[in-house]
């Protein structure tokens, strides 16, 4: 039987995707990308904000048109799944069936019973899920890794606890959860040997990692363990709550030479009055403070953030104040998500919604100065050697395509590396930065050593 995946949202739910399709080729399903080919098709969905459900609505509408060609089974699991558990099925009746959050790892059951059901009339949908806080586990089968040959998702958690009056995803992928460390670093050594060099740590918030299992927080730990993994050259954190951020995992960064000095640290906002409103654990002196150590203990490190735009009751100085803490602190990466309005969030019934066309034009201001600091930062490497990870070559350009350690894959910049000869993909080698953007770079290559 030939599987289609289509893996929609973060990079968490990739990971979850990935384990998915490990679990269906270890027994013996063929995997495919062609949705002409696919017998059955699984749409791993998002529902984390309005326009990630419209397109799992529309990619999810889009595959039940094949039930009228050769189409047999149509599987949605992940978070719109889970959200919306009780209407699916009716909205969307070409569904066969639909795992929750907790119980990806129940898909190859669910395959086997569609099949089971072949040529009995009216069989009702299958509908798989289990308790919310279950933790999914997969420990018979290796992951499918579909994103790339030399970088890879390692997903330490699943859940929250924050509760921030946004988010849903307390209610959709239930409490925090740390996977035990041990099953980390079998999958990580795992991926190793599949040619992975680049492990990227994820999770709802990587920074609680080990604090419901040990009752301390050990990310610090993991690192170091991680580390010691043979064919790991880099390992890269995101998802950093910065009150979560301590000081053992700081030191990493000054001791641990595989951790790079590059942190995805979300903050939402700087003005303490919408962080209260937001429901987070934090303000604007504590960022700040940690924003100190972490630049003390790695002059050189890249911080990424992310902000929200128009969230309710914001007013035109506290978007102004906003812009002048970009200003001071000069962080390295932003990204800017303007407020959208959840059902079931407290942050829905408070008053003083921002309207769409004002919260519209606060994240283009955002995003416009941080341009401006980006290039700045950007331009005092030029003339520098960097060390750049390629991904790829493209042949229109006739140049290679990679990024630095101050570049998470997906979402910041890259490095268009002009060489002679050829490079191989996940090769580290020597760059001589000649021109720069607000988030590209330009350069050449300095020798023929690589890593």
């Not at 303490?272 to 790695?298: H, N, P, Q």
Request: net charge negative.
């Amino acid at each position: 039987m030939n599987i289609l995946m289509v893996s929609l949202g973060c990079d968490k739910n990739l990971c979850d995707s990935e384990a998915m399709l490990g679990l269906l080729a270890k027994h013996n399903y063929n995997i495919t990308n062609d949705e002409q080919e696919a017998d059955a098709i699984i749409v791993n969905t998002c529902s984390f904000i309005k326009d990630a459900m419209e397109e799992s609505v529309n990619t999810v509408l889009e595959m039940a048109k094949l039930k009228q060609q050769n189409l047999k089974y149509l599987i949605v699991t992940g978070c719109m799944a889970q959200r919306f558990k009780d209407e699916i099925f009716d909205e969307i009746p070409e569904i066969d069936a639909c795992l929750g959050t907790s119980s990806f790892d129940k898909i190859l059951d669910v395959i086997e019973e569609l099949k089971a059901r072949d040529g009995i009339e009216d069989a009702e949908e299958i509908s798989v899920y289990d308790d919310i806080d279950r933790l999914a586990t997969i420990t018979e089968s290796n992951k499918v890794i579909t994103s790339g040959t030399f970088m890879g998702y390692l997903k330490i958690a699943e859940g929250c606890d924050k509760f921030c009056t946004y988010c849903v995803i307390p209610h959709i992928r239930g409490h925090y959860r740390s996977v035990p460390m041990e099953q980390l670093l079998k999958e990580a050594e795992y991926m190793a040997s599949q040619g992975i060099e680049e492990l990227v740590l994820v999770a709802q918030e990587t920074t609680c990692y080990g604090k419901d299992l040990y009752g301390e927080k050990r990310l610090h730990v993991l690192v170091r363990e991680l580390a010691k993994i043979d064919g790991i050259k880099w390992i890269r954190l995101m998802y950093c709550y910065p009150e979560e951020i301590y000081d053992e995992l700081i030191d990493c960064f000054k001791e641990e030479p595989k951790l790079l000095h590059y942190i995805d640290m979300p903050m939402q906002h700087s003005e303490d009055a919408i962080l209260k409103r937001m429901g987070r654990r934090t303000d604007c002196a504590s960022i700040e403070a940690v924003i100190g150590k972490l630049r003390e203990a790695a002059p050189d490190i890249a911080i990424r953030t992310s902000l929200i735009a128009g969230f309710p009751g914001e007013t035109q100085e506290e978007h102004e104040a906003l812009m002048a803490f970009l200003d001071e602190q000069e962080l390295d990466r932003v990204g800017v998500f303007t407020y959208s309005r959840e059902d079931g969030t407290p942050a829905a019934t408070f008053e003083n919604q921002i309207d769409e066309e004002t919260a519209e034009q606060w994240r283009n201001e955002i995003m416009e100065l941080q341009q401006e600091i980006s290039l700045d930062k950007n331009e005092t490497f030029v003339g520098k050697i960097m060390q750049v990870i390629i991904e790829g070559y493209s042949s229109d350009d006739d140049v290679y395509v990679g990024r630095t350690y101050r570049d998470a894959p997906g979402v910041d910049g890259l490095v268009f590396v002009n060489c002679d000869y050829e490079l191989m993909s996940g090769q580290i080698v020597d760059v001589r930065i000649n021109e720069v953007g607000p988030y590209d770079m330009i350069g050449g290559i300095v020798d023929e050593s690589a890593e």
